[in-house]
């Protein structure tokens, strides 16, 4: 059954699309139409459940395919459908099928691999140009770690020490601009250990006296490295707007573990 909704959605979908577009003059009439005639050949077609299911999965796997697969054949696609549902004798055996999805699919594999490594490569390059023009910007300064910052707002209250629990706002972009995470924007801050976050934030927190806002730039080895997270590329170098709000004070047992 499954497999009869797969085939009868696949080619009822290409079916509809082969049909639009070879009578153009249909075509141009049917978009002068009102949209609740144009609704009526959807009617028509789709009479039944099994109908709306099987055009259903015609448009899931259409739409994967135009997402991951656009240049497939559709006509060859189609046929294979055809060939496989009606039992007739197949273009390929089922090892020769195999072998082709395979070697295709680690073609893919090796395509987005070395695109990927391009992205990482093109940011790592975009990042040291960037902190080596930054560092001679007025004001910023450079720890030997590699992370930068400029004083935005200089606190007077106390720094924190690594063991510390803190209340920060902050908004972090990428290089570019975009932004990928906002305290502000979601309208409250956010408090955490400072063994809890990056290596960036940890180091530069405890520099800062409560009450200052720094903007502060980390390099991708003390942001999230070469993975990717959210929507943060892989490789990313960061910077932040941070302001230092508050220190958690310490229960009386932690003072005494310390």
């Known amino acids: 059954m499954k497999r009869l909704f797969l085939a009868s959605g696949l080619v009822l979908g290409f079916g509809l699309v082969g049909c639009q577009s070879g009578d153009d003059k249909t075509a ?14 959807a009617a028509e077609l789709l009479k039944t459940d099994l109908d709306k299911v099987s055009y259903s999965i015609g448009m899931n796997i ?52 070395a695109k990927q490594e391009q992205e990482l ?26 992370v930068q910052y400029k004083i935005l707002t200089e606190g007077k209250g106390a720094k924190p020490q690594l063991a510390d629990t803190v209340t920060t706002h902050y908004e972090g972009t990428l290089l570019n601009g975009d932004v990928f995470d906002s305290s502000y924007e979601r309208g409250e801050p956010v408090s955490f250990p ?24 980390i390099p991708a080895e003390l942001g999230y490295g070469n993975r990717p997270a959210g929507k943060i590329p892989a490789g990313s170098a960061l910077k932040f707007k ?12 932690d003072k005494k573990a310390g």
Do not use: C, H
Request: aromatic content about 6%; proline content about 2%; glycine content about 8%.
């Open 194 to 217: 400072l063994q809890g976050v990056i290596k960036g934030w940890t180091e530069v927190l405890q520099l800062m006296p409560v009450g200052s806002t720094w903007e502060v730039y």
């Open 121 to 146: 490569s093109s940011r790592t390059t975009d990042a040291t140009t960037f902190f080596t023009e930054n560092g001679k910007t007025e004001g910023v300064i450079t720890l030997d770690s590699g």
């Open 62 to 113: 259409g739409d994967n395919l135009r997402k991951n697969l656009s240049e497939a054949d559709m006509t060859l696609l189609v046929k294979g459908l055809q060939d496989s549902f009606s039992g007739k004798e197949l273009l390929l055996s089922q090892e020769d099928a195999q072998n082709a999805m395979f070697a295709f699919q680690q073609k893919k594999m090796e395509e987005e691999r």
């Open 28 to 41: 141009e009439a049917e978009a002068a139409k009102p949209a609740v005639e144009a609704a009526a050949p």
């Open 242 to 253: 941070i302001e230092l709000i508050s220190i958690a004070e310490q229960k009386a047992e």
